[in-house]
T-cell receptor, first 117, second 112 residues
Framework: NAGVMQNPRHLVRRRGQEARLRCSPM?????VYWYRQLPEEGLKFMVY????????ESGMPKERFSAEFPKEGPSILRIQQVVRGDSAAYFCASSPPTGTSGRKTQYFGPGTRLLVL | SQKIEQNSEALNIQEGKTATLTCNYT??????LQWYRQDPGRGPVFLLL???NEKEKRKERLKVTFDTTLKQSLFHITASQPADSATYLCALDWGAGNMLTFGGGTRLMVKP
């Protein structure tokens, strides 16, 4: 069973460009979470999604950031008009559906390291 | 607002000794508390979960305690090995929405 997949692993963008980060959850997992880790800081929750629904986006910046988890395909975290302060590691995690054992455990991907020049 | 404090200074110990890491939080106690390991350049890896009604949880050389009165969790690694060197993160989970709130992590260095 493959783990959580994220791509690209490294992404370089110039200020003003768009960044698209992809996350494929573990097989059988229907819950996806995105976290951001700034240099020398802890992981900060951004958004929690289930298929075709945003459940909690309380940690997402109001502007330029959006996330989706379509019925088919990976979850996408999109950052428009990137700025240098967006440089960070972005981690995706997934967990099984509600009611199955291990719901509270989140399995993390390897992260995407975004560098904005 | 909820705060989670882990010792930001690195913990250096000798191989074979027991490492003890601390996680303190303010305000409300979570339904669950989790511990993760993170190696440089990689994503966190789940280690242990403890529920608010559990005092202690063990897994091989790992032990976690959860004291809701002190608002503190302790994470112990017995018979530590150089391979245990990593950053250890505690995370609070209130059970609603399954959002995790992470502490800043403590870096553990085990010297041979």
């Amino acid at each position: 069973n493959a783990g959580v997949m994220q791509n690209p692993r490294h992404l370089v963008r110039r200020r003003g460009q768009e960044a698209r980060l992809r996350c494929s959850p573990m097989k059988g997992h229907s819950h996806v979470y995105w976290y951001r880790q700034l240099p020398e800081e802890g992981l900060k929750f951004m958004v929690y999604l289930q298929k075709e629904n945003i459940i909690d986006e309380s940690g997402m910046p109001k502007e330029r950031f959006s996330a989706e988890f379509p019925k088919e395909g990976p979850s996408i975290l999109r950052i428009q008009q990137v700025v240098r302060g967006d440089s960070a590691a972005y981690f995706c995690a997934s967990s099984p559906p509600t009611g199955t054992s291990g719901r509270k455990t989140q399995y993390f991907g390897p992260g995407t390291r975004l560098l904005v020049l | 607002s909820q705060k989670i404090e882990q010792n930001s200074e690195a913990l250096n110990i000798q191989e074979g000794k027991t490492a003890t890491l601390t996680c303190n939080y303010t305000n409300y106690s979570p339904a669950y508390l989790q511990w993760y390991r993170q190696d440089p350049g990689r994503g966190p890896v789940f280690l242990l979960l403890i529920r608010e009604n559990e005092k202690e949880k063990r897994k091989e050389r790992l032990k976690v305690t959860f004291d809701t009165t002190l608002k503190q969790s302790l994470f112990h690694i017995t018979a530590s090995q150089p391979a245990d060197s990593a950053t250890y993160l505690c995370a609070l989970d209130w059970g609603a929405g399954n959002m995790l709130t992470f502490g800043g992590g403590t870096r553990l260095m085990v010297k041979p």
